[in-house]
């Protein structure tokens, strides 16, 4: 079937039109989709809701990485501290260049380098640590942002990514506090806020709100943008970095999205947090994502 | 037992079912999500008894502590969550709050094992054994199928004192019935042996069974086939019955071969009739994703390794205690 | 040494003028030097600061309890999170009959039902569960309020006491949500705003402030006092039993002390966190502490 | 030896030591402060090198992955606390970003054991050998006095891979020099022996020398002393031989009997040799509050009780292997 093959594209990473974000997110969900049909377990929802944020986040010239010496000391880094979102980190590095995008294919089977949630045992490039469990990651990230700004004295800037559910866990407040405390104007915390866990809203099975306020009351650049609006996210992931070096604020960025955002029958639906699409599910997302992608070619001919 | 067509029924379902039992006897039953009550099956309680069920969202720590104060304060709080969760984000919470206070406090660790699957290492949880039996004052029990695990969800319910239930995500071969007697720190003897003795707890109990029924059929040899449900307080009885009648051990258990069930019997036979013994678990290194079937293959957690582990404890036992083998074998 | 005798002297539980409050405070200092001189280890400075706060909870009608009947099903509890500051709890339960105060002399000994660290084990009448490791206290209150308010459907009120280095705990961000999720305007969190932990100046060691946006953020009803001013204690404790049964947010006090508050040599010192006064401090202590104590006689005279 | 006129030194001491001499070696070492710098004596670290410490207040989840943090970006971070809370509260960090990442972090646990005195139980830490040792990718130091404890630190900071090291708050004998080889991983032996093994960490481990002492111009049993004080990976060979040539052995720890030193003994024992063995440790319950001396007696962590259980060890091994106590006495 022509739809669950991986093709062999790799995107670049550089400055770039807003108009391209769209079919390298697009690429991304389809990865998502076909390599959780293949695994036949996995977290279909959150993964298509990062989709537009990975890919401005990656392919916008905005984070410093190499492929093909992925360890290199200068690079920037991304930690996923919400590790059940895996398959659309995996789809970013393999579109990226650090494997072979016909290794999705392996995702959460034994002897893959794509486990269910990332493992550093495996050694998959790109991977900066092991996640899975909530809230470790944005610690990681802090101890990263420190070591480059306070030991290392380099611009390195540290990104990562955690759920709005996991901001539940209390470690992730501890995480917050030292982040100001060592003005840590290096991180940039994205927050995937789309109201949405394993039991239900986020804000009915443990309400998290206000977001804003929270943040802030723990010393932190907060910016709320639309997590699927390219110019958004794009304006804002560069106001960090440009302003990272001066900056003495760590940075919040509350990503509003839709869990599985781009396939109509998924969208907004926290029972999609952690199911993958069956054949026929898997199908019928791909189609969908095929016709947009038609639109959005078509709208491109038209600008 | 017919080995070839039993039914499979995830343990899960039975700590989902116990409770709605436990919460139609005891109007003081209370049960606290932690986000995953569809996984570990609280959901059963939860739908029928909504007034009774406090969602905590993603906080271990805090979810054990409040079990605490509701334990306190008369309450009989069940919490349960991924056993990776609920025995180590929650662990100087388990320590203090719940073990030192020595509160009614319950606590379930579902999704344990390799047998989680594809998740990974972070979700298989094959450490807490060791940690949660180390506690004083708690009582751990590993049930070993869906029939039992209900038993056991309903008596930890019923018993007064702080508990830990570790169960599994997968289907399981449902091999004991409702009439199987059950009994917190009992275990049962399943088959009669004096060859070897095979003591295990979870799913590798009926793997054990598998194993007796080779041995019998394939060598003549007689495994006593033990289901050490209870791993704290564990059945010295039973145990030690085992080392004198039988001279040599094989301990089988999803979890870390250090510290866990194996270092619990260890203990005993040690302290009591030292006996050669085989451990079956995971050889000191952390879980993989891949399907739980695979996963117990490739840890080999099956039958095979029982047959072979029974068999180099036989010849352990009749050679004499003189046996050192290499060091690097021995590491395994 | 008359000094560190233990009179058999207990106070009421009672409405009172608030010219009541010092003396009784007093008291309370007294013992925790006595106590703490006996045990030849333990935490001055803490149960000293929060003295006063703890006579007007314990003394002033507030909180209902019942010493020769204390485990009584509809008593108000009280939490105590913060658990080094134990020998000020001893003190206060013995002060109010639930004990002989003689037993303080036993504090930290071997056999001794005052453990260093409130212990359930021993079963000193008054506490309601062991501590010392900071952060859980607060979350055994969140249970008891939700056990209260949720299950009984009792008015019974939980206080709860934390000092402001255990703010750094990312547990207590997580009862502070439960709170007030679960609309538990029957507990009431004291939070002894020192600014000192063991390392220092809790500002230094690991910045937590501003403070009452923090807990506003999570929901909660702030208010800001001196704590060490009887009336501010009084009213806001009072403020919160009368609406507390309407009330849905859970109220969050924010106690400014002074750790070693009463003493000359120890007042707003961190190093006094940990530390007993040897003979000659707890004699000069005394003596300062006796000083005081005549002055208060003559200021209610003059009154 | 003297027996009499040791000098005692706290162990913690040793590793704040430690800390200053890696750092003066190693420009990437980098330690974490949990306000407890003083007593865990991070604080000389502190002060020799203020711009590689950092404060982080009281959170030790977040300390601990903050480490991981560090150690991934090539530095090599130690965080210590009271073991209590450097074990506990930060379990399932230790289990994910340290241990399953496999990074070069080491944490300290401090005021380890009964022996941190007045502070009474909950900071009585008893339990966190047996959880750390079940931990893969873990090596585990429990050393014994100041001098070794020293050595122990700069060890586990020259070598890469994660680390726990427990160590102690009060004054101990000094009896080792700082000649006195210390290898991760081997154990050393203190007196020649054939009659019993006393195999001991930690503050064990003299109350050992001084019971062999007595054990010999009282008796004339000849004790084989082993400090153990690598308990993972543990020195199988040479427990293996202490089993061979003497044919009983008495474990002891500052720790719970089950899970700990003892279990891990018990463990290499019947999988290779089994011979009988008596545990000595804490008898599964919590602390109390009292001086350190006090409680070692109080909970029988003495010579004296290791006398009697090298004779009971020697006479379970002369009796051979049936004799059976009974039940009260075995749950001692
Ligand atoms: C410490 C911990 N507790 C529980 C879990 C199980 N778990 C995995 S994802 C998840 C929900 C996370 O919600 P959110 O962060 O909002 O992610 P989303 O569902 O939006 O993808 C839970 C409870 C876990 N992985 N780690
Ligand atoms: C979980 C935990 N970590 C560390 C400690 C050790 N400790 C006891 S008190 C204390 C300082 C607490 O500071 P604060 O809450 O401000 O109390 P204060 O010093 O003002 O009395 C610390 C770090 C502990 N008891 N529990
Ligand atoms: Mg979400
Ligand atoms: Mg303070």
């Known amino acids: 079937m022509s739809e669950f093959i991986f093709s062999d594209l790799t995107f670049e990473n550089k400055e770039r039109p807003l108009n391209e974000f769209p079919k390298i997110a697009l690429q991304l969900r389809k990865d998502v989709i076909t390599s959780l049909f293949y695994a036949g377990s996995g977290h279909s929802g959150g993964s298509l809701g990062m989709a537009d944020v990975f890919a401005v986040m990656y392919f916008g010239g905005l984070m410093r990485y190499n492929p093909s010496n992925w360890l290199s000391s200068i690079r920037d880094r991304f930690v996923l501290s ?25 995702l959460r089977k034994l002897g893959s380098r794509l486990q269910g949630h990332p493992g550093l045992d495996v050694e998959l490039p790109g991977i900066e640590t092991s996640a899975g469990s909530l809230g470790q990651g944005v610690s990681i990230a802090v101890g990263m942002a420190i070591s480059h700004r306070h030991l290392d004295k380099t611009d390195q800037l540290v990104f990562t990514v955690t759920g709005d559910g996991e901001l539940q866990e209390g470690s992730v407040w501890e995480a917050a506090m030292t982040a100001s405390n060592f003005k840590l104007g290096n991180l940039c915390w994205i927050v995937d806020n789309n109201d949405c866990q394993i039991d239900g809203r986020v804000h009915e099975v443990m309400n998290i709100y206000p977001l804003q306020e929270k943040f802030e009351a723990f010393g932190f650049n907060v910016i709320t943008i639309d997590g699927h609006n390219y110019s958004q996210i794009y304006s804002t992931l560069k106001d960090f970095k440009n302003n990272s070096s001066k900056s003495e604020k760590p940075n919040c960025i509350i990503a509003k999205t839709f869990m599985g955002k781009g396939i109509s029958f998924m969208e907004d639906d926290y029972r999609w947090h952690g199911v993958p699409p069956n054949k026929e599910q898997a199908i019928k997302a791909l189609s969908e994502l095929e016709l947009l992608e038609k639109q959005i070619i078509e709208l491109n001919k038209i600008n | 037992m017919n080995f070839e067509k039993i039914e499979k029924i995830p343990t899960r379902k039975g700590f989902g079912e116990g409770l709605v039992k436990l919460g139609e006897e005891n109007q003081n039953v209370v049960v606290l999500g932690g986000d995953i009550t569809g996984s570990v099956l609280t959901s059963f309680f939860k739908e029928k008894f909504p007034e009774r069920f406090f969602s905590i969202g993603i906080a271990e720590q805090n979810a054990t502590t409040i079990a605490a104060g509701l334990a306190l304060s008369g309450k009989v709080p069940f919490f349960a969550s991924y056993s990776a969760f609920s025995a180590f984000r929650n662990a100087d919470q388990l320590r203090i709050s719940v073990a030192y206070n020595n509160v009614n406090v319950k606590i379930g660790g579902g999704h344990s094992g390799v047998t989680v699957g594809p998740d990974g290492a972070t979700h298989q949880s094959l450490e807490e054994i060791s940690f949660i039996r180390t506690l004083p004052n708690m009582t751990l029990i590993v049930p070993s199928d869906y029939n039992q695990t209900k038993k056991a969800t309903v008596a930890i319910g019923r018993m007064i004192g702080p ?84 001279g040599c051990i094989v301990t089988a258990e999803e979890h870390q071969v250090h510290g866990g069930l194996g270092g619990a019997v260890a203990e005993v036979v040690v302290k009591n009739f030292p006996v050669p013994i085989e451990f079956v678990g995971i050889p000191d290194r952390f879980g993989l994703s891949g399907e739980p079937e695979e996963l117990m293959e490739y840890f080999g957690l099956t039958s095979n390794t029982l047959i072979n582990s029974a068999l180099r404890a036989i010849t352990r036992r009749d050679k004499g205690f003189d046996l050192i083998r290499h060091i690097k074998e021995i590491n395994k």
């Open chain 1, 82 to 106: 919400a590790g059940h979102i895996s398959p659309i980190l995996y789809a970013t590095l393999a579109r990226a260049g650090f494997f072979p995008p016909d290794e999705l294919k392996s």
């Open chain 2, 163 to 246: 508990s830990f239930l570790r169960f599994g995500r997968s289907a399981v071969p449902s091999f004991t019935s409702q009439e199987t007697p059950f009994e917190i720190g009992k275990a049962n003897i399943l088959t009669e042996g004096n060859d070897v003795a095979i003591v295990a707890c979870g799913t590798l109990v009926w793997e054990s069974l598998v194993a007796a029924e080779k041995l019998k059929k394939e060598k003549g040899i007689k495994a006593r086939v033990i289901d050490m449900h209870t791993i704290k307080p564990i059945d010295y009885n039973t145990i030690i019955d085992a080392a004198r009648d039988c």
